[in-house]
T-cell receptor
Framework: NAGVMQNPRHLVRRRGQEARLRCSPM?????VYWYRQLPEEGLKFMVY????????ESGMPKERFSAEFPKEGPSILRIQQVVRGDSAAYFC??????????????FGEGSRLTVL | KNQVEQSPQSLIILEGKNCTLQ??????????LRWYKQDTGRGPVSLTI?????NTKSNGRYTATLDADTKQSSLHITASQLSDSASYIC??????????????FGGGTRLMVKP
């Protein structure tokens, strides 16, 4: 049973370009969460999705950032017109049960975005 | 404000020694507390999850304690190994509905075990 798969593991973009980060949850998990981790800082919640629905996007910037979890395929975190401040590690986690307060969360290895 | 504070920020110990990491939180209402281990460049891996009624929980050489009255938790590592070198993250979950932002992450303690 493969774990949470994220790709790419490393991504380099120039300012103004778009970044797309993908996350395939563990088999049987229908709840996906995205977190951002800046260097030397803790993880910060961005968005919580279920299949075809955004449940909570309160941690995601209103502009340039979007996320989706289609019926088929991985969850996508999309960052448009990247800026240097977007450089961070982006972690995806999945759970079988609804809500972070009940279900065990399994994390992917992260996607490290560097904006030049 | 819901916060999770960890101490120390960093710690260096010799292989074979024991150590204890601390976590204080103000998250309310409390649901559970988790300790994660995060190796450099990797994703967090769960060590323990404790609910309100649990005072202690072990996972091999890792033992977590929880005092819900004082809102403190500790993670004790026994007979440390070089592979224990990592960041240890305390995460507190808020009891609520199924909204996503129910977890508050501490900043982590960076542990280095030296031979």
């Amino acid at each position: 049973n493969a774990g949470v798969m994220q790709n790419p593991r490393h991504l380099v973009r120039r300012r103004g370009q778009e970044a797309r980060l993908r996350c395939s949850p563990m088999k049987g998990h229908s709840h996906v969460y995205w977190y951002r981790q800046l260097p030397e800082e803790g993880l910060k919640f961005m968005v919580y999705l279920q299949k075809e629905n955004i449940i909570d996007e309160s941690g995601m910037p209103k502009e340039r950032f979007s996320a989706e979890f289609p019926k088929e395929g991985p969850s996508i975190l999309r960052i448009q017109q990247v800026v240097r401040g977007d450089s961070a590690a982006y972690f995806c986690a999945s759970s079988q049960l609804a809500g972070q307060n009940t279900g065990e969360l399994f994390f992917g290895e992260g996607s490290r975005l560097t904006v030049l | 404000k819901n916060q999770v504070e960890q101490s120390p920020q960093s710690l260096i110990i010799l292989e074979g020694k024991n150590c204890t990491l601390q976590c204080n939180y103000t998250v309310s209402p409390f649901s559970n507390l988790r300790w994660y281990k995060q190796d450099t460049g990797r994703g967090p891996v769960s060590l323990t999850i404790m609910t309100f009624s649990e005072n202690t929980k072990s996972n091999g050489r890792y033992t977590a304690t929880l005092d819900a009255d004082t809102k403190q938790s500790s993670l004790h590592i026994t007979a440390s190994q070089l592979s224990d070198s990592a960041s240890y993250i305390c995460v507190v979950s808020k009891m609520n509905n199924n909204a996503g932002n129910m977890l508050t992450f501490g900043g982590g303690t960076r542990l280095m075990v030296k031979p």
